[in-house]
Structure formats: C-alpha cells, structure tokens
C-alpha cells in the first residue's frame, strides 16, 4: 500500500448550516464526521463560530466524546474561544481571523501585526495539550512570526489560489510552494486549506511538504449530488494521485 503522506481533514461546518437553516437536529454533523471517518478522513475539522451560525457548543461536546479521528478546532483568538478549547482540549487548535459580517474567513490571521494579542492565545493552547496552527496567507514574514510566537503548524491560505484564474493562480501556487518550503526550513508543520475542490486540489497536493488539506464546503456541496462517501474517496484519491506523481518526479 502506499504510503499516506498527505492527511485529509474534513471540515463539517456546512452539514451544520444546513441544520441550522430548519432548527431541528437534521442533517447530524457528528453523523457526517463518523461517515467521513470510515471514508478515509484523517481528521474532522470544525469552525465554532462566535456567532454560531453553524457548529454549536453540542457539536463540539460530542465531537470530542463520539469521534475517534484528531478534531481540529478552528476558533478566533477571543477568551470565550480559549475557555472552551481549554475545558474540551481537542488535538489541533487552528486559530483564524473572524469577522461578524464576512461569509466565510476570509483572508489570513496576520501574525506579525497580532504578535502581542495572539502570543498568550498560543501559549495558553499549547499549555493545554492543543497542536496550535495558524491559518495564515502564504507570506514568508507571516510564517517567521509564526516560528517566533511559537506555533508548531500553519495553514496556509488557499482561497486566494482557488478563486483565481490563469497566470495569477499559476503565480499565486509558486507563492504557496516557497510557504511550504519556507516551514520546512524553519521547522514549521504545514497545512492548507480553504475553497480547495476536485478542480483545483492537484497542485496543492503535489507540493511535497504539505501534510494536510483541510476541505469543507465544497465536499458538503458535491455530497448533494454523489453522496459524502464517494465525494471523500474521490477527493482523497484525486489527492494521493497528484502527491505520488510528485513524488515519482522528484525520485526521477
Ligand atoms: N481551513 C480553515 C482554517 C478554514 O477556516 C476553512 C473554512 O472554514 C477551511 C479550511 C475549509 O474551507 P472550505 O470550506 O472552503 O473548504
């Protein structure tokens, strides 16, 4: 079997939006995360907003207790945010920027102007047992601040990658592939994520020092029509296909 180098996370944030359009408790995010699980995620990824317009409180109670896989808790640098990370102590803690009015995060966390504000928010998750990442956009400056605050892991941004077209995608990609190569010369873990789809997942998974894609609303999305099962097993096998094909080019 080849080996897996390149971890999938699957975000549930939507499964709850979809939820929460009716008030009652279909459909079941905890039920989505157990699906995924047996589909081949490696992670289950959750957003505890502050205004909870999709994972609840519950949400993240029972994630913790009803899920095997690592949960990525994805929380602004707030206090409230750090008392329930605190009490529930998930694997990973990924801290974001969050904004009332924005639809999704848009943008990353910046890091070197936040120094102040987010160092105690990182120290306080990395005391408490948390993996602290940092969703941040692929700047080598935003990365050295993230080696000097302390964070072992960062995600890097790729909303930008994914809503842009030709020789700008292609000139945003080379920016995410120096990031990766940046945290692995500065001892960073390197994740990424967000707008990532069937389309576009190839060239992030085929930079080789990535090891994690934290994929949300378009797997939620694609399910309507092919089911959460079959849309993870795709994504996973377009991921692991374009990450091998690197690799057999790097070994060439
Ligand atoms: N990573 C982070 C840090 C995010 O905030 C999100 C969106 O919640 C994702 C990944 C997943 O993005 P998408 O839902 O567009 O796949």
Do not use: W
């Not at 699980?37 to 317009?53: F, N, V, Y």
């Amino acid at each position: 079997m080849m080996k897996r180098v390149l971890r999938l996370g699957v975000n549930i944030d939507h499964v709850a939006t979809i939820r929460n359009a009716r008030g009652g408790p279909d459909p079941d995010p905890v039920r989505a995360a157990k699906l995924a699980a047996k589909a081949g995620a490696d992670g289950i990824t959750a957003h505890l907003r502050e205004d909870r317009r999709h994972i609840t409180d519950s949400d993240i109670t029972r994630l913790v207790s009803e899920i095997d896989l690592p949960l990525n808790f994805e929380m602004a640098a707030t206090v409230e945010m750090l008392d329930i990370a605190q009490r529930h102590r998930p694997h990973a803690a990924c801290l974001v920027p969050e904004k009332r009015e924005e639809r999704t995060t848009e943008g990353g966390l910046d890091v070197v102007g936040g120094f102040d504000r987010l160092k105690p928010f990182v120290d306080a998750l990395g005391e408490a047992g948390c993996r602290v990442s940092l969703f941040i956009e692929p700047a080598l400056a935003q990365l050295d601040a993230a080696v000097a605050i302390g964070a072992p892991v960062v995600e890097l941004h790729t909303g930008r990658y994914a809503n842009l077209e030709g020789a700008a995608r292609e000139a945003e990609l080379g920016r995410l592939r120096d990031a990766a190569a940046h945290c692995d010369a500065v001892g960073l873990e390197c994740h990424a994520g967000h707008g990532l789809t069937f389309d576009n997942v190839a060239p992030v998974a085929a930079i080789p020092l990535v090891m994690e894609l934290n994929i949300g609303h378009f797997l939620i999305g694609e399910a309507i029509f092919g089911g959460l099962d079959s849309t993870i097993k795709r994504m996973r096998a377009l991921m692991d296909k374009s990450r091998a094909a690197a690799q057999g080019e790097q070994s060439a």
